[in-house]
């Protein structure tokens, strides 16, 4: 059985466990159905995923250029608080910033390597925990703009850490964590503009990734240096896929390849 296509972030429905699907132009392929067997993965050309062209990939799977114009690729997409459209002034395409920004926005805690704080909008939750492979997550505050939930996690990352170990998260050697107690804890370091936002009641979620066994050790698949691979496939956790031999391939760190994917 053989795909072709551009890579892009793998689509994922919630349950147990949590179904990855890979969707390209003409077809899709639920990954979870891979598991146990033999992938092999060729590196064919280039596709940015904003004009299409056949240009190398600068990050988050565009070309250089795409990546400074568009607005999807402003700052405040990975820092929040540089967000501008609730005070009506423009980055790159204002209609756009209003549209993203000015909607809800969840900042929660997640357990994949560690505690961690985040944002993201909320109708990317959960999607945004199981892209991150956190096995536990939980909503801190829920504020009506991109601004105010930026600037709540630039406060609390003084108290808790906001980035993710990847090695360890894919090697699970993870602690479970009283989400509720550390939310609780942390409650006081919440500025006063999202402080009235602040959800007291909540549980916390847990999300089960389609693992057969976890690697020992981890070593990164990188398509222009190792254009063509070929391993069994042993689970998926993140937006990774785990080999039987202990590479890992990051689909979202791969956006806007084009490759063949070919099961056996």
């Keep these: ?15 147990s466990p949590i179904q ?18 033999n992938l092999q ?7 940015c995923l904003n004009c299409g062209l056949e240009r190398p990939i600068f990050r988050q799977g565009f070309c250089r250029s795409c990546f400074y114009e568009i607005p999807s690729a402003g700052d405040w997409i990975m ?20 549209k993203v920004q000015l909607q809800p926005h969840i900042v929660y805690l997640a357990n994949s390597s560690n505690v961690k704080v985040g944002v993201t909008r909320k109708s990317q939750v959960p999607t945004r925990w199981i892209d991150q ?33 990847w090695r360890k998260m894919l090697t699970n050697k993870v602690d479970d964590e009283n989400l509720e107690s550390w939310r609780n804890r942390l409650r006081p370091f919440i500025p006063a503009e999202a402080a009235p936002y602040f959800i007291e009641n909540n549980k916390e979620t847990e999300l089960e990734f389609p693992v057969l066994s976890y ?29 039987e031999d202990n590479t890992v391939f990051n689909i979202r760190g791969s ?9 056996n």
């Excluded at 077809?27 to 146990?36: G, K, R, S, T």
């Excluded at 993965?41 to 596709?47: A, D, M, P, S, V």
């Design 1 to 15: 059985m053989q795909y072709e296509g551009v890579l892009r972030k793998m689509k994922t429905e919630i349950g």
């Design 20 to 37: 990855y699907y890979l969707l390209f132009d003409a077809d899709f392929l639920n990954v979870n159905q891979v598991l146990n067997k």
């Design 41 to 47: 993965i060729t590196f064919l050309k280039y596709q």
């Design 79 to 98: 820092h929040p608080e540089l967000s501008t459209a609730h005070l009506e002034k423009e980055d790159r395409d204002l209609e756009y910033e209003k």
């Design 133 to 165: 492979g956190a096995h536990e997550a939980i909503e801190i505050v829920e504020v009506p703009n991109r601004y105010l939930a930026g600037i709540t996690e630039v406060a609390l990352k003084e108290h808790v850490a906001d980035k993710t170990n």
């Design 215 to 243: 690697p020992e050790k981890v070593k990164s698949l990188n398509l222009e240096k190792t254009p063509q691979y070929q391993g069994k496939l042993m689970g998926i956790k993140g937006q990774y896929l785990l080999f």
């Design 255 to 263: 956006e806007g390849y084009y490759v063949s994917l070919t099961i």
